[in-house]
């Protein structure tokens, strides 16, 4: 058992197009799944709808009990929001404790305030807070309420490179046995933080699995493409690795691909971007391929000619290259895929 919810809503604003949600996810206990999807695919609306926010069509249960029709408070659900939602008034340790006042089961409020590094800010107040303090405080309240129910939209959002990465980890460490929700466009948060993904587009779950069924078995370009693979025109590799006449676009993870000087694909370095853990060589291979999206389409639906490596030793810009692909690594997508 544990969170159902299977919602339609409908959002309208004056002067722009209704926008629908049409959405079901299952979330076991003890798990965390987190909705990945890029900005505008209705990921927080869904969050919100679930929460009780948004009227609705459908139902949300939790333990096969369903909860429609009560008001968010009734819902046992804790909301952790991006913008924190801390009341300025208060001290840290009353924001921490502040939803204990109505429950009689709940948990240690300077116990979870310690849990979170942040035990030494009791007395302080939110405005005097960075970031990722104000965060973790608002984990510490949501937590303080032994919700069944963890929903957390995009917490990590707004906070700094090193101050994610920190609190990331002290999140996977928090939810690890807590049924939580979590909403996020970053793909590095969502693997180090969900036992399972449903990939958001335009409203509606396009894809659910493991991080491993996401990221390395794509169901869709869109989904490759938004999780990091190459998204390739298929004719850009048909003879180097044998595709069948009937593929239409290749996807791979930049870790599969090799420079191998002995490798089938060839090509030209267009450009050597240093990342922090890796170096990442865009190629640009040697075809001529009209590709219907490209590099201008955010989710490479139409296929690319160009293949993204990460390597330890870079050649230069301007370096020809040869390069291979275990077949085995590709994900093929036709005209009926």
Do not use: W
Not at 175 to 204: F, S
Not at 303 to 332: H, I, M, N, Q
């Amino acid at each position: 058992m544990g969170l159902h919810a299977d919602v339609s809503a409908t959002f309208a604003a004056d002067g722009a197009e209704a926008f629908v949600v049409d959405a079901a996810i299952e979330v076991e206990r003890g798990e965390s799944l987190v909705v990945l999807g890029p900005s505008g695919s209705g990921k927080t609306l869904l969050l919100e709808t679930i929460a009780g926010f948004h009227a609705h069509d459908g139902t949300v249960s939790l333990d096969g009990e369903a909860l429609d029709g009560r008001p968010p408070e009734r819902r046992d659900f804790g909301f952790v929001f991006q913008d924190y939602a801390l009341f300025p008034h208060l001290t840290v340790l009353e924001n921490a404790a502040y939803g204990t006042r109505y429950r009689d089961d709940h948990g240690d409020p300077e116990a979870l305030l310690a849990e979170l590094g942040v035990a030494d800010l009791a007395d302080r107040y939110p405005p005097t807070l960075s970031g990722g303090e104000k965060q973790r405080v608002a984990l510490a309240r949501a937590l303080a309420v032994r919700p069944e129910v963890m929903l957390l939209d995009e917490p990590l959002a707004a906070l700094d490179v090193p101050t994610r990465q920190a609190l990331r980890d002290d999140l996977a460490t928090v939810l690890d046995d807590v049924t939580a929700v979590y909403v996020t466009h970053n793909r590095t948060t969502a693997r180090a933080v969900a036992d399972r993904i449903a990939v958001m587009r335009d409203g509606h779950i396009v894809q659910t699995g493991t991080p491993e069924d996401v990221f390395e078995r794509p169901d869709s370009p869109m989904v490759a493409a938004f999780t990091g693979s190459n998204v390739v025109a298929a004719d850009a590799l048909r003879e180097a690795v044998d595709l069948s006449p009937d593929a239409t676009t290749v996807a791979v993870r930049p870790e599969h691909v090799c420079i191998d000087a002995d490798g089938p694909i060839t090509g030209e370095v267009a450009r050597v971007v240093r990342e922090d853990a890796a170096v990442r060589v865009l190629v640009d291979l040697d075809v001529a391929v009209p590709a219907a999206g490209g590099r201008a389409d955010p989710f490479g639906e139409g296929g690319d000619t160009r293949l993204s490596v990460f390597v330890a030793d870079p050649p230069a810009a301007g370096d020809r290259v040869r390069l291979s692909v275990p077949r085995d690594r590709l994900t093929v997508y036709t005209d009926e895929t």
